[in-house]
C-alpha cells in the first residue's frame, strides 16, 4: 500500500497562533528556501506554485492545502504563473508527521471514532493529510473560517491570543473532519459501512436493534457487516451496542433523576433485571451500588 504523509497531534493540547496573512505574486514566482521553527499552513486560492518539503514536490493549485512541518527544509522551483494564498503560521506541543496508507488512515479514524463514540473526544487524536484538495464546498467553508481568523488576528482586545488560538482550532478541526468525510465517501465505500452502522447504532441505541433489523436497513449480509465492523472498529456491532447503552446509562444514573427500570427501557434493554446483569459484567458493580459512589 501507498505511504501518504499525515500530521497527528492529540486535541488534549491546542495550537498558539503565531502570524497570517494573504500572498499575490505576480509571475513568474519561485518561493524562498527556509526551514521554519513552527508549523506553516498554506490555503492556495488562485495561480500555481511548486515546492519540495524535504526530498517530495508538490505541484500546488488553487483549492489545494498544504501544511509544512517545522524544522523540515522547504523551497520553491521557478513557474512561469502568478500564486495567490493564505498562509497561517503557528505552534502545537505534540503534533507531529506520520506516514500511512489511505486503507490505514481511514481504518485508524474509524476506529478512534468508535472508542471516542463511548468516551470523551479528547482521547481522539487529532489527523490530518499534509497535502488534501478539498472538495469546492468544502473550500468555501474554510476560506471563510480562515477570513474570519485574519480579521481576528489583527485586533489587540483582551484575550485576543486565546481567541485566535480557538480560531485555528476550529479551523483545523474543520479540515479534518471535511478531508475524513471525502476520503472515506468517495474512496472506500467499504471502509464507509462501519462508520454508518456506529451512527446508527448511536441514534438508535434506545430501541430493539437486531441483526434482522441491520440487514433492511443496509442492504447487506449480517456476517459480512460484523467482519466488516469488527475490521474498522476492533468490536463486533453487538458488543459496541451493549457498551454504548452502558456508557449513556451511567450518565442516567448519576443524575439520579430515574429508576433502574425507567432507565433499562430508556437504553433499549428488555427489563430493569437485565439491564443490571449487563451493566455488573461491565462495571463490577450494580448500577443501584454506581448510583451511589
Known amino acids: 500500500m501507498k505511504s501518504e504523509n499525515y500530521i497527528i497531534g492529540s486535541l488534549t493540547n491546542t495550537p498558539t497562533f503565531s502570524l497570517a496573512g494573504e500572498v ?32 517530495k514536490q508538490y505541484t500546488l493549485t488553487a483549492g489545494d492545502i498544504m501544511i509544512f512541518s517545522p524544522g523540515k527544509h522547504h523551497f520553491g522551483h521557478p513557474v512561469n504563473e502568478r500564486i495567490d494564498y493564505y498562509y497561517i503560521h503557528f505552534f502545537w506541543n505534540g503534533l507531529h508527521d506520520i506516514s500511512m496508507s489511505k486503507e490505514q488512515y481511514i481504518q485508524h479514524k474509524t ?12 482521547s481522539e ?36 491570543q486565546s481567541k485566535n488560538n ?37 441514534i438508535n441505541y434506545s430501541n430493539k436493534i437486531t441483526s434482522t433489523l441491520l440487514e433492511q436497513h443496509f442492504h ?11 475490521q474498522y472498529t476492533g468490536t463486533t456491532i453487538f458488543a459496541f451496542l451493549e457498551k454504548y447503552r452502558i456508557e449513556q446509562g451511567k450518565k442516567l444514573l448519576k443524575s439520579q433523576q430515574f429508576t433502574i427500570s425507567e432507565i433499562a ?7 430493569a433485571f437485565y439491564f443490571s446483569k449487563v451493566f455488573k459484567k461491565h462495571e ?10
Open 24 to 55: 499575490h505574486v505576480p509571475a513568474p514566482n519561485k518561493h524562498f528556501q527556509r526551514s521554519s521553527e513552527d508549523w506553516i499552513l498554506y490555503i492556495i486560492t488562485d495561480g500555481r506554485m511548486k515546492i519540495t518539503e524535504v526530498e
Open 111 to 122: 476506529k478512534r471514532h468508535q472508542i471516542s463514540s463511548i468516551h470523551s473526544e479528547s
Open 125 to 160: 487524536p487529532f489527523l490530518l493529510p499534509k497535502y488534501f484538495h478539498p472538495s469546492q464546498t468544502s473550500f468555501n467553508e474554510i476560506l471563510e473560517q480562515t477570513h474570519l481568523l485574519l480579521k481576528n488576528s489583527t485586533k489587540d482586545f483582551i484575550y485576543q
Open 166 to 202: 480557538a480560531l485555528l482550532l476550529l479551523l483545523l478541526i474543520l479540515m479534518a473532519q471535511t478531508e475524513f468525510t471525502r476520503i472515506l465517501y468517495t474512496e472506500s465505500s467499504k471502509a464507509s459501512l462501519p462508520l454508518l452502522i456506529l451512527d446508527f447504532l448511536k
Open 220 to 230: 447487506h449480509n449480517f456476517d459480512y457487516m460484523n467482519r466488516r465492523f469488527k
Open 265 to 271: 427501557d430508556s437504553l433499549g434493554f428488555c427489563n
Open 284 to 293: 463490577h458493580i450494580t448500577p443501584k451500588e454506581y448510583q451511589h459512589i
